[in-house]
């Protein structure tokens, strides 16, 4: 049974943090759209324009509004939402960030995340969590080759640094302190480069290349050779979503470890390629120029491993990279044009409900 078909979320309560960044958000409208009861924990949006406020997210769920290094106020916030399912997507989310603000990275990406578990570990409603990370947690492959959950952890940037760290504490809180037979399940979810409607990101591809085709300037690609595994973002959250309602089963302490979400093969391709298929469907001459410049330490070639959530969670993506493609520069046109960009986001999630 998938995430959309089941009665798990109808009248469920739920935690989220990082509701105001572009997964988050996109996760929050799924919510409010199963009949989830949410309550959302967060800073500002970190981006204007983003998806959180042109979809009017904060509708329909207890928007809140903190910081995940404020252990006391997290803590309450978790406490009062009574919640049994929990979903960790607050972090700063960028490689270049990273470099800017190498030490505030490790703050939120590390301890905000050991903030959450002791919270968890305070509280007495939660019987699930899935903390997402990121598939740059991993040392990268020598050959490229795909990683799968028993790659060795590791980052020579800040940001990937952060990351592989917070995957190593999640598992030794895991096994010291959620061992017991009623203690809440804890997963790590770590997701390919997402991409879909609403995305502002800084130095991310899509939301690089809609703000230029929208003013009508070419582009300047960064890494243009670097591989991906590309997807669009509702795929990654189906996965995060399965994965949850798995942890609080019958077996979710066998669940209870890191998941790879990851496109497969037809999903991996370089940003040049990627570009250039996002140009030719915008239209209006839209255009690309590929640099050469590498940046800094970033990975130039990264493939996920995800058959352990296909064989396990019976996941797999619903829309495949072409498809994703032309959802997200859709979504661009949408907002381009002064469309009610709550109603298409909404729209294209029931088209993926109905997929799945």
């Keep these: 049974m998938t995430a959309a078909g089941s009665n798990f979320w109808r009248g469920r309560r739920v935690f989220l943090t990082g509701h105001t960044g572009f997964k988050g958000a996109w996760l929050s409208l799924w919510l409010q759209r199963v009949g989830a009861h949410v309550t959302a924990f967060s800073l500002d949006p970190p981006t204007r324009p983003g998806l959180f406020e042109l979809a009017r997210v904060a509708e329909g769920i207890d928007s809140r509004?903190?910081?995940?290094?404020?252990?006391?106020?997290?803590?309450?916030?978790?406490?009062?939402?009574r919640a049994s399912v929990v979903f960790h997507l607050a972090a700063q989310a960028t490689?270049?960030?990273?470099?800017?603000?190498?030490?505030?990275?490790?703050?939120?990406?590390?301890?905000?995340?050991?903030?959450?578990?002791?919270?968890?570990?305070?509280?007495?409603?939660?019987?699930?969590?899935?903390?997402?990370?990121?598939?740059?947690?991993?040392?990268?492959?020598?050959?490229?080759?795909?990683?799968?959950?028993?790659?060795?952890?590791?980052?020579?940037?800040?940001?990937?640094?952060?990351?592989?760290?917070?995957?190593?504490?999640?598992?030794?809180?895991?096994?010291?302190?959620?061992t017991d037979t009623y203690a809440p399940r804890i997963a790590t979810a770590r997701a390919g480069n997402v991409i879909g409607g609403g995305d502002w990101g800084e130095h991310r591809l899509l939301p690089d290349l809609a703000r230029a085709f929208a003013a009508g300037r070419s582009l300047t690609l960064r890494m243009p050779g670097a591989i991906r595994p590309w997807q669009h973002v509702l795929d990654a959250l189906q996965g995060y979503l399965l994965l949850a309602e798995r942890l609080a089963g019958n077996d979710g302490a066998r669940i209870g470890r890191g998941w790879n979400f990851g496109p497969g093969a037809a999903g991996e391709l370089s940003v040049a390629e990627v570009a250039?298929?996002?140009?030719?469907?915008?239209?209006?001459?839209?255009?690309?120029?590929?640099?050469?410049?590498?940046?800094?330490?970033?990975t130039a070639a990264l493939r996920l491993d995800a058959s352990q959530a296909r064989a396990e969670l019976g996941w797999q993506p619903r829309w495949d990279l072409d498809t994703s493609l032309s959802r997200t520069i859709a979504w661009y046109r949408a907002w381009a044009q002064g469309q009610d960009m709550r109603a298409a986001s909404l729209a294209q999630l029931d088209d993926y409900l109905a997929a799945i």
């Design 65 to 81: 509004h903190g910081d995940i290094r404020d252990f006391a106020a997290l803590a309450t916030a978790l406490n009062e939402s």
């Design 276 to 298: 250039r298929r996002a140009a030719k469907l915008w239209g209006d001459e839209a255009t690309c120029i590929a640099a050469t410049e590498n940046f800094q330490k970033e």
């Design 95 to 178: 490689v270049a960030k990273g470099y800017r603000d190498a030490r505030d990275t490790f703050t939120t990406n590390l301890m905000g995340t050991l903030n959450l578990l002791d919270a968890i570990r305070d509280g007495s409603t939660v019987e699930a969590a899935v903390l997402v990370t990121s598939d740059k947690c991993y040392a990268p492959a020598p050959d490229g080759a795909p990683l799968a959950e028993g790659a060795p952890m590791g980052g020579r940037d800040p940001y990937s640094a952060s990351k592989s760290c917070a995957e190593i504490a999640v598992q030794s809180w895991r096994e010291s302190f959620f």
